[in-house]
C-alpha cells in the first residue's frame, strides 16, 4: 500500500520569503510522486513530478521539490513566496505498474502575507 | 487542446435520487479517472476506465458506477443519493501508457450538492 503524509496543514509566509512545504511518502514499490496545486474554485494542477530520474525536480512557478529515498521525503520548495502562490497545495503518490490511481495526501494550505 | 470538461458545474439533488455526471477527457487521451474531494476525506479515487473498461476501483460503495464510451468521454453514476456524497467531484485524463505513471490532467470537477 502506498500513502503520503503532509506535516503541515496550513503554511503561512511572507511574500518573498522561502516556501517550504513537507512530505513524506510510503509505498512498497519505487513510487513516481507529484505536487498538485489547487486554487480556490479551479481544477488541479501539476506543478511537478518525479519518476526515478533526476531527484532535484523543477516544476512550474519557480517551484522544486527534491527526492530523498533515505528519508522517504519529496518537500516542495520555493525561493521567494509571490502571491499568487496562495492555495493548497497537495503531495501524490503512485506506483509504477501502469496504475492511474493517485493516492493525495490531506492537503497544506500555504497563505501568503503582504 | 481544449482541456478536461466535466457538466454540470454545479448539481443539487435530494437524497434517494440518482445522478449522472459527465467528463469529456483531452483529446487522444483514452484514460479518465473519478475522484471524489470532501473537507473530511479529502480527494479519493473512485475508479480508472481506460479503453472503455474499468482498470481500478477505489473503496466506494456499489452504489458509484461508472462508464466510458468508444470517444473515451466517461459518466459516472451514483444511485440512492445520501447526504455524505455532496462532494466535488473531479475527473482527470490521461495519455496511459505502461512505462510508470502519466500525468493526471483534471477537469474543474462537478460540485454535488444532497439535500
Known amino acids: 500500500a502506498q500513502s503520503v503524509t503532509q506535516l503541515d496543514s496550513h503554511v503561512s509566509v511572507s511574500e518573498g520569503t522561502p516556501v517550504l512545504l513537507r512530505c513524506n511518502y510510503s509505498?512498497?514499490?519505487?513510487?513516481?510522486l507529484f505536487w498538485y496545486v489547487q486554487h480556490p474554485n479551479k481544477g488541479l494542477q501539476l506543478l511537478l513530478k518525479y519518476t526515478s530520474a533526476a531527484t532535484l525536480v523543477k516544476g512550474i512557478n519557480g517551484f522544486e521539490a527534491e527526492f530523498k529515498k533515505s528519508e522517504t521525503s519529496f518537500h516542495l520548495t520555493k525561493p521567494s513566496a509571490h502571491m499568487s502562490d496562495a492555495a493548497e497545495y497537495f503531495c501524490v503518490v503512485s506506483d509504477n505498474f501502469g496504475n492511474e490511481k493517485l493516492t493525495f495526501g490531506t492537503g497544506t494550505r500555504l497563505t501568503i502575507i503582504p | 487542446k481544449a482541456g478536461v470538461t466535466q457538466t454540470p458545474r454545479y448539481l443539487i439533488k435530494t437524497r434517494g435520487q440518482q445522478v449522472t455526471l459527465s467528463c469529456s477527457p483531452i483529446?487522444?487521451?483514452?484514460?479518465v479517472s473519478w475522484y471524489q474531494q470532501t473537507p473530511g476525506q479529502g480527494l479519493q479515487f473512485l475508479f480508472e476506465y481506460f479503453s472503455e473498461t474499468q482498470r481500478n476501483k477505489g473503496n466506494f460503495p456499489g452504489r458509484f458506477s461508472g462508464r466510458q464510451f468508444s470517444n473515451s468521454r466517461s459518466e459516472m453514476n451514483v444511485s440512492t443519493l445520501e447526504l455524505g456524497d455532496s462532494a466535488l467531484y473531479l475527473c482527470?485524463?490521461?495519455?496511459?501508457?505502461?512505462?510508470?505513471?502519466?500525468?493526471?490532467?483534471f477537469g474543474p470537477g462537478t460540485r454535488l450538492t444532497v439535500l
Open positions: 509505498s512498497s514499490y519505487s513510487p513516481s
Open positions: 482527470a485524463s490521461s495519455d496511459r501508457d505502461r512505462s510508470g505513471a502519466n500525468e493526471q490532467f
Open positions: 483529446s487522444g487521451h483514452r484514460s
